[in-house]
């Protein structure tokens, strides 16, 4: 067993990347992509907050791996990568992610030459929480601080609207035998 939020993002989540790669790799003809699914809905610390914040503004991991080279998505493109998956509880079905790449995912999209290797986070984004969010980066610009602030209010609010909860899933699709199969 082991403690969720002690290591989960990142550390966890890569190691599930990795398992999910090793069993393609033995059950698949070929690996046409690797995605990793992520999100946490819990009573954040300010420190987390921040932290979350710091990877919400980067605009480096914004992006994933195709035949090995990096294709950063950026604005509209941003847009056009996100996409609605099926999660398990508290996110739900058609929960909205987004393209953000996990740094410990480098090393297998350099070692393997699958079509690709992507991450996305599942960020809380509903119709629910759109304009808190939008004030939030406004605020951020000001002060990392009062932002972070903000932010935990939010995922307070989260907590108690649809329940406290982890998810870190990975998805493999491929080949065998000419058939496409997922994993």
Known sequence: SFILGAGLMPGVTGLIAWYASALAQILFD???AVDLYFGDVDNWSLTGCE???A????????????????KPARGINLLRRSRRVNLP??????TLVTPQFR????TLASCYDYPR?????????SRHTLHAWLYIALVARVS????????QSLLGKQCRRIGIGSVAEARVRGSREGAETRL
């Not at 509880?89 to 058609?94: E, I, N, S, V």
């Not at 740094?103 to 480098?106: G, I, K, S, V």
């Not at 990392?144 to 932010?151: E, G, I, N, T």
């Open 89 to 94: 509880a508290p996110f739900g079905k058609r």
């Open 55 to 70: 990877l919400t503004f980067d605009r480096e991991a914004f992006g994933w791996y195709e035949q090995g080279q990096w």
């Open 30 to 32: 070929e690996v046409l």
């Open 103 to 106: 740094r410990e995912l480098t």
């Open 117 to 125: 290797v992507a991450s996305f986070v599942a960020p809380q984004l």
């Open 144 to 151: 990392r601080a009062r932002a972070a602030h903000h932010l």
């Open 51 to 53: 932290d979350i914040l």
